[in-house]
């Protein structure tokens, strides 16, 4: 069973820059599993970010970016605000019509 | 605007049922896959299944397969979730969510706000 994996947690401070990852138990995240990124706070329903690795969704600031980072997709938040305070998510196609999330990251800005 | 409204959710006993609606709006409902996503309490988030365009085909996730039906009814831009033999662990709010737009479409663009589901007795 594949699993993705993410940071459980990150802190950054105010103005910072961090750069959160999502991989797999096996293998390599590669641009076919289409890594997308989303953004949840607390209650509310999730908002995309990022698709295709690297594609901003409309409407998010450019001081959020995608990537592959050597086996892994990575989100970089750089000027990291007090509302980025919440949870972030990434998404991979396995193939076959099979989605998998990874577990999440709770980003601390403080 | 793009709009999607689910239903339905409530409170089940185990071992009950359950059909959850979405309700589309401001797009083109008959030409995009449509996803069910679900998120227990404190959890993340998980992808539960996936319909086609068409309706044609239909993708779950091995934790509900054999118990939950997705279908689709275009003439009235709904999607469904039919939600059978109900366990404990499927407490969890339930999303749905719009397949991204071609030609990068290999992602989930507009979700819903939710329903819960909640399975106890």
């Known amino acids: 069973q594949t699993v993705v994996t993410q940071e459980p947690s990150f802190s950054v401070s105010p103005g910072g820059t961090v750069t959160l990852t999502c991989g797999l138990s096996?293998?390599?995240?590669?641009?076919?599993?289409?890594p997308s990124w989303y953004q949840q706070t607390p209650g509310q329903a999730p908002r995309t970010l990022i698709y295709?690795?690297?594609t901003r969704s409309s409407g998010v600031p450019d001081r959020f970016s995608g990537s592959i980072l050597g086996n892994k997709a990575a989100l970089t938040i750089t000027g990291a605000q007090a509302d980025d305070e919440c949870d972030y998510y990434c998404?991979?196609?396995?193939?076959?019509?099979?989605?998998?999330f990874g577990g999440g990251t709770r980003l601390t800005v403080l | 605007e793009v709009q999607l409204v689910e239903s339905g959710g409530g409170l089940v006993q185990p071992g009950g049922s359950l059909r959850l609606s979405c309700a589309a709006s401001?797009?083109?409902?008959?030409?995009?896959?449509m996803y069910w996503v679900r998120q227990a309490p404190g959890r993340g988030l998980e992808w539960v299944s996936t319909?086609?365009?068409?309706?044609?085909?239909?993708y779950y996730a091995d934790s509900v397969k054999g118990r939950f039906t997705i279908s689709r009814d275009s003439s009235k831009n709904t999607l469904y979730l039919q939600l059978n033999g109900l366990r404990a662990e499927d407490t969890a709010v339930y999303y749905c969510?719009?397949?991204?737009?071609?030609?990068?479409?290999?992602?989930?663009?507009?979700w819903g706000q939710g329903t819960l589901v909640t399975v106890s007795s």
């Open positions: 969510a719009k397949r991204g737009v071609p030609p990068a479409s290999y992602y989930f663009d507009y």
């Open positions: 401001g797009f083109t409902f008959s030409t995009y896959a």
């Open positions: 319909i086609s365009a068409s309706g044609g085909s239909t």
């Open positions: 998404l991979l196609y396995m193939g076959s019509g099979i989605w998998v």
């Open positions: 096996s293998g390599s995240v590669s641009t076919s599993n289409y």
């Open positions: 295709s690795s690297n």
